[in-house]
């Protein structure tokens, strides 16, 4: 139940492509769900985020689409570019209780140019 | 920007060694958390300390492993008796509370021989 599922595990996008990866959870009492991006050696890097009281939240070419009864949550870049080109891992978060990220398997997006 | 500083970026520990994980947080924030990937394989959480005291530690953090701040700045991860299987990134992030976004460090890589 404190797993976050995501898909696909990798995903190739043209240049100026849409590029979607999707998140789903089972525990009712996640209460953050952040994106984060990831380069090569490096660590992961916030993106955006969202609460579970709003439906879509954007940043530039970064959308959140988060579908409460579903349980599930995506993320949508715009226009993908090769310097997108990284992994990508949602993650789930329980305030209150505890203060730790559940995060996803993580995908691997590579946009062509 | 601030940033999580980690040091060093790659370790190399002989089996059974003891090794030392260094963080900078973020100056204002209040919240530290280290977390561990291994080679291909999602980010995992490990331990969260807040106010000089662990709030919460995974499955993983068994009693080889402990993390102090030891003075007003660093944040560190002690593995007492390092295993082959403690091969991984490690992760160290911060937080100014417990519900806010988490910033994550760019690691350290730390080899097991």
């Known amino acids: 139940q404190q797993q976050v599922k995501q898909s696909p595990q990798s995903l190739i996008v043209q240049k100026g492509g849409i590029s979607i990866i999707n998140c789903a959870y089972e525990n009712t009492a996640f209460d953050y769900f952040p994106w984060y991006q990831q380069f090569p050696g490096k660590g992961p890097a916030l993106l955006i985020a969202i609460r579970p009281d709003v439906s879509e939240k954007k940043e530039g070419r970064f959308t959140i689409s988060f579908n409460k009864s579903a349980k599930q949550f995506s993320l949508h870049i715009m226009d993908s570019q090769p310097g997108d080109s990284a992994t990508y891992f949602c993650a789930a978060y329980v305030g209150g209780a505890t203060n730790k990220l559940i995060f996803g398997t993580g995908t691997l997006l590579a946009v062509q140019p | 920007e601030p940033e999580v500083t980690q040091t060093p970026s790659h370790q190399v520990t002989q089996m059974g060694q003891e090794v030392i994980l260094r963080c900078v947080p973020i100056?204002?924030?209040?919240?530290f958390y280290w977390y561990r990937q291994i080679l291909g394989q999602k980010v995992e959480f490990l331990v969260s300390f807040y106010n000089n005291e662990i709030s919460e530690k995974s499955e993983i953090f068994d009693d080889q492993f402990s993390v102090e701040r030891p003075d007003g700045s660093n944040f560190t991860l002690k593995i007492r008796s390092t295993k082959l299987e403690d091969s991984a990134m490690y992760f160290c992030?911060?937080?100014?509370?417990?519900?806010?976004?988490?910033?994550f460090g760019d690691g350290t890589r730390l080899s097991i021989l």
């Open positions: 100056s204002n924030h209040l919240y």
């Open positions: 992030a911060s937080s100014t509370y417990a519900n806010q976004p988490q910033h």
